[in-house]
Antibody, heavy 116, light 106 residues
């Protein structure tokens, strides 16, 4: 059974940093592209980063480029999202999501709240 | 950047009825479109990909159609567990965009 278990969310002040982790199991992690997608009531579902299977290529939308960094450790079956210079508008539930095109498996979600 | 517009925003139907949801793309996405279902407090679940292919374990009452810029998700006979929010998503180009969702309610 495919499982994606996120951790690392919480409350952080504007300008602060946070690192999300996603531990994968039930499939060969090292052969899949992975993504982070966030959801908030105003903007809905928004893709925020992707990484290819060996970690050599990443991509971000303009809204987070230069502030967020996606990475992976295939030996540990774990995906990461390092979030720096956080803004109030980054407040959302963050999902770890599998696959390169359509998203076939999602983690349970991890709430990140940016507030003073 | 491709924009997806879903309609209606809310669809009120009764159990056993047919529901038809629409997703329109601002430019052609070929058949690179997926549909997701989200129950309250849960992560989205993949229903349909490649516009018309059901994902693993998805009941046959869910069907997708369309190509280019116009797409439809049909639920042939609504069950109680189908009342949820549905999103479309394109994967023709980056950034991958989602529609704003259609809420199917009783």
């Amino acid at each position: 059974e495919v499982q994606l278990v996120e951790s690392g969310g919480g409350l952080v002040q504007p300008g602060g940093s946070l690192r999300l982790s996603c531990e994968a199991s039930g499939f060969t992690f090292s052969t899949y592209w992975m993504n982070w997608v966030r959801q908030d009531p105003e903007k809905g579902l928004v893709w925020v980063s992707r990484i290819n299977s060996d970690g050599s290529s990443t991509d971000y939308p303009d809204s987070v480029k230069g502030r967020f960094t996606i990475s992976r450790d295939n030996a540990k079956n774990t995906l990461y999202l390092q979030m720096n210079s956080l803004r109030v508008e980054d407040t959302a539930v963050y999902y770890c999501v599998r696959n390169a095109y359509y998203f076939d498996y999602w983690g349970q979600g991890n709430l990140v709240t940016v507030s003073s | 950047e491709i924009v997806l517009t879903q309609s209606p925003a809310t669809l009120s139907v009764s159990p056993g009825e047919r529901a038809t949801l629409s997703c329109r793309a601002s430019q052609s996405v070929s058949s690179n479109l997926a549909w997701y279902q989200q129950q309250p407090g849960q992560a989205p679940r993949l229903l349909i990909y490649d516009a018309s292919t059901r994902a693993t374990g998805i009941p046959a009452r869910f069907s997708g159609s369309g190509s280019g810029t116009e797409f439809t998700l049909t639920i042939s006979s609504l069950q109680s567990e189908d009342f949820a929010v549905y999103y479309c998503q394109q994967y023709t180009s980056w950034p991958k965009a989602f529609g704003q969702g259609t809420k199917v309610e009783i």
